[in-house]
């Protein structure tokens, strides 16, 4: 596959990539995935995960808690 992203060339497996087009999603190397995708911990729970960079630092300015998805659906919480 090809980075949407920076052009470079990457291995992904066929299911995954099959997966991203359906949902018109970016085919994203590692190392563009991780300057995208950044690991953030619930406020809730506690849990690590990954979220997009500009969600995170807004809820950050904003002053509201980081919530994983499974806390977000809990909660009723629009991102």
Known sequence: ?????????????REKVDRLREKNQELLCPACFQKVFVQATCSACGTVYRDRVEMVERHRQAGRPLLCPKCRNRAGTPR
Not at 1 to 9: A, D, I, L, Y
Request: aromatic residues 8%; contains cysteine; charged residues 25%.
């Open 1 to 13: 596959m090809t980075c949407s992203r920076c052009g470079r060339p990457y291995t992904e497996h």
